[in-house]
């Protein structure tokens, strides 16, 4: 069964950066459109940033000017960059995306998640 796989969480002070990747299962396949989503405890799944098929992005107002959102086509990853990053920024951030391999392979993968912590 093919997943998404993030790595480059942490535990991090305020004002620092970290670098989020995310990756199929199967490394021959490639991301096409991506989202990344973060939860906090108690707080419901909320959309952070995503890329479309042809390059454009979008972003949360709470993390505009601070994190970016690309794609590598030629390593088959995904990214989010967090720079400026906040205690509120703390939660588990979650990939999401649709994978081609030349073909559709299919829609809405999800990441298990990883922990992003930001001390204050």
């Known amino acids: 069964q093919v997943q998404l796989v993030e790595s480059g969480g942490g535990l991090v002070q305020a004002g620092e950066s970290l670098r989020l990747s995310c990756a199929a299962s199967r490394s021959t396949f490639s991301i096409n459109a991506m989202g990344w989503y973060r939860q906090a405890p108690g707080k419901q799944r909320e959309l952070v940033a995503d890329?479309?098929?042809?390059?454009?992005?979008t972003y949360a107002d709470s993390v505009k000017g601070r994190f970016t959102i690309s794609r590598d086509n030629a390593k088959n990853l995904g990214y989010l960059q967090m720079n400026s990053l906040k205690p509120e920024d703390t939660a588990v951030y979650y990939c999401?995306?649709?994978?081609?391999?030349?073909?559709?392979?299919?829609?809405?993968?999800w990441g298990q998640g990883i922990q992003v912590t930001v001390s204050s």
């Open positions: 890329i479309s098929s042809d390059g454009s992005t």
């Open positions: 999401n995306a649709d994978l081609e391999a030349g073909w559709v392979v299919g829609h809405d993968f």
